[in-house]
């Protein structure tokens, strides 16, 4: 079966930083694109950023442009997100999702497999 595993997820202070890994099996890894979404209490779940298959495309919200990074590591079937310099308005639980589409996209319909989330809290 397939799955995503987030993990890295925590509580930190404005201004610092965490990275979030998500850990896939049961699928050609090469084959998705991958994205991170987020979802904080009473919103919608809202893209983050996206990468192709080799990684060659990579798409970010305006909102975190300049502070995290997307990047995979097709060997360790693993996609990655770095965030620095995180706001409170950071906070939400992060999801990260597979997609066979030709380009990464940015709505959430656009990917198939979801994994469970997990919970950034930056305090100010």
């Known amino acids: 079966q397939v799955q995503l595993v987030e993990s890295g997820g925590g509580l930190v202070q404005a201004g610092g930083s965490l990275r979030l890994s998500c850990a896939t099996s049961?699928?050609?890894?090469?084959?998705?694109?991958l994205g991170w979404f987020r979802q904080a209490p009473g919103k919608e779940r809202e893209f983050v950023a996206a990468?192709?298959?080799?990684?060659?495309?990579?798409y970010y919200a305006d909102s975190v442009k300049g502070r995290f990074t997307i990047s995979r590591d097709n060997a360790k079937r693993t996609v990655y997100l770095q965030m620095n310099s995180l706001k409170p308005e950071d906070t939400a639980v992060y999801y990260c999702?597979?997609?066979?589409?030709?380009?990464?996209?940015?709505?959430?319909?656009?990917?198939?497999?979801w994994g469970q989330g997990t919970q950034v809290t930056v305090s100010s």
């Open positions: 999702a597979g997609s066979l589409s030709v380009l990464p996209g940015a709505g959430v319909r656009d990917y198939k497999y």
């Open positions: 049961g699928l050609t890894f090469g084959s998705y694109s």
């Open positions: 990468i192709s298959r080799r990684g060659s495309s990579i």
